[in-house]
């Protein structure tokens, strides 16, 4: 097997358990080491620390394990039980009126490069490093092994999710079986669940239970879903008792899915209508409209080096947002951007808030549900942020 050495002192992370080791941390590795190769890494002392995988980058190393254990079959096996037995303890498993919730969350699961979203009988699998790409064979059998006839169909979507210069060409296509049942259900809503062509892996599980606490807003309220993409929100404010549900999205696409999925549900409801919008030029023509407004947009820094332009369009967007809703309304405000911190979230909305000269009160502070579990040891996992403002 390949090794790393590291400088002395740079061991000291992995002592805190904290799963990534930065390329600067390493002293020398082994002649012909190649992206995703399962390594050993060794103090400079000469002392065993963790076994990972590879990868060019700042991150060098993604640690699987901090113990001495051969890297097979029977390990993606039990981690992948492991992952399933805290959804079971979570409850989602056996809910009657919820199928679908995230089965493997990366890091959170000890399964760092790996994610894996459960569609009513559907894993649709993304691989996010060489190294779990190589070994996606052995995921997906022991998918099937765990999940039994729970399962029907795996399909990998990680065309977009691997590094480029890597070369490994991957294409989007079903590992087991083949699924034509694109409806699930979470909540007792359905949803239209686009694995094929849809963002991430085709639907945003790890919004569930900050829809739930939204629909218990909604009642006699008028409701702004902005960067809607599947209707979410806007499903959740219609079933709660919303009298008006206006949902916004640049892409074409996602008003025609939010669309459909309002029509699942609530079929010929005049309460709602979709705009194909820019949000910002939508946000300025919405003054005194609504009462609670929803502001979920994409992640506005993915990497540090573009953190301060993230920060700047949260400002912005919270302060339009602040400044328009009706007096006595409701902001679910929310950053999935895991380069900003909660304390930098929420300072940011503070001085947004300040911006506008209003009077706001935090009524709760969001983050991601059960089957997104963040280690104790990766404080970085923590990526979902949102605040509950009441704007007087």
């Known amino acids: ?33 190649r992206e995703g190769d399962v390594v050993n890494v060794y103090s400079n002392a000469g002392n065993f620390l963790a076994t990972g995988h590879y990868q060019i980058g700042s991150i060098a190393v993604r640690v699987l394990s901090f113990k001495e254990e051969e890297i097979d079959h029977a390990f993606w096996k039990k981690r992948i039980e492991l992952a399933y037995q805290t959804r079971v303890t979570a409850g989602l498993t056996q809910a009657t009126d919820t199928n679908l919730y995230r089965l493997v969350h990366g890091e959170g699961d000890d399964l760092p490069g790996l994610i894996v979203d459960f569609y009513a009988g559907v894993a649709v699998v993304q691989f996010h490093s060489v190294g779990m790409y190589l070994v996606r064979a052995s995921i997906a059998r022991a998918l099937v092994e765990v999940m039994g006839d729970r399962l029907v169909a795996i399909y990998d979507k990680s065309e977009s999710t691997l590094p480029f210069k890597a070369g490994l060409a991957p294409r989007n296509e079903y590992l087991h079986g083949q699924a034509d049942q694109h409806v699930a259900l979470e909540n007792g809503l359905k949803f239209h669940v686009d694995w094929l062509e849809g963002q991430k892996t085709g639907f945003f599980v790890d919004q569930r239970e900050n829809r739930v606490l939204l ?9 702004l879903n902005m960067f809607c993409y599947t209707g979410g929100f806007s499903c959740y404010a219609m079933r709660g008792g919303a009298n008006l549900v206006h949902s916004v999205d640049a892409s074409t696409r996602a008003i025609e899915l939010t669309n459909k999925n309002v029509g699942l549900n609530f079929p010929d409801d005049p309460r709602h209508e979709a705009f194909a919008e820019d949000a910002f030029r939508f946000l300025e023509n919405a003054r005194d409209a609504y009462d609670l407004i929803v502001l979920d947009p994409p992640a506005f820094a993915k990497h540090q080096n573009v953190l301060e332009n993230a920060i700047q369009g949260y400002k912005r967007l919270n302060r339009e947002g602040i400044k328009v809703v009706r007096p006595g309304g409701l902001i679910f405000t929310f950053s999935c951007s895991q380069v900003v911190s909660k304390e930098v979230f929420r300072q940011t909305v503070f001085t947004a808030a300040a911006n506008t000269g209003r009077k706001v009160k935090i009524l709760h502070q969001l983050s991601q549900p059960a089957d997104h579990p963040v280690s104790i040891y990766h404080p970085e996992g923590e990526y979902l942020k949102g605040l509950v403002l009441y704007v007087e």
């Open 1 to 33: 097997m390949k090794e790393i050495i590291l400088k002395t002192g740079k061991e000291r992370s992995l002592f805190r358990y904290h799963p990534w080791i930065f390329s600067g941390a390493i002293a020398r590795a082994s002649e012909g080491i």
């Open 215 to 223: 629909e218990k807003y909604a009642r006699g309220k008028r409701v």
